[in-house]
C-alpha cells in the first residue's frame, strides 16, 4: 500500500536538517506530494495568483529539497483549513 506524505515547504526551510524525515518516508518505498509551501488556503489567499505562487514554491525545484525530488511530487492536496 502506497501512503502519501504531503509537504509544506515552509517547515523544511524553517527547520533545516528536518528533511532526513523525508528522506526516511521515501527510502521506505513511499511518495511526497506537494501541500503547498506555506499551507496558504485557496478561501483566505489575497488572490488566487498569489495562492498559485505559494503552490508553486512548494515544488521541490524551487526549494532545493533533495528528499522531495526524482518523481515524487506528481500529486497535489489543496489546503482548505488554516491550521498553521
Known sequence: ???FGFVNAV??????GSETVLDAWRGAGQPLGNHSCSH????????????????I???PVD???V?????SMQVFA??????C
Do not use: H
Open 57 to 59: 514554491a512548494g515544488e
Open 11 to 16: 517547515k523544511i526551510i524553517r527547520e533545516p
Open 67 to 71: 528528499a522531495m525530488k526524482a518523481n
Open 63 to 65: 526549494q532545493g529539497i
Open 1 to 3: 500500500m502506497r501512503t
Open 78 to 83: 489543496a489546503s482548505f483549513r488554516k491550521c
Open 40 to 55: 496558504l488556503s485557496l478561501t483566505r489567499a489575497p488572490s488566487f495568483e498569489a495562492w498559485q505562487e505559494d503552490v
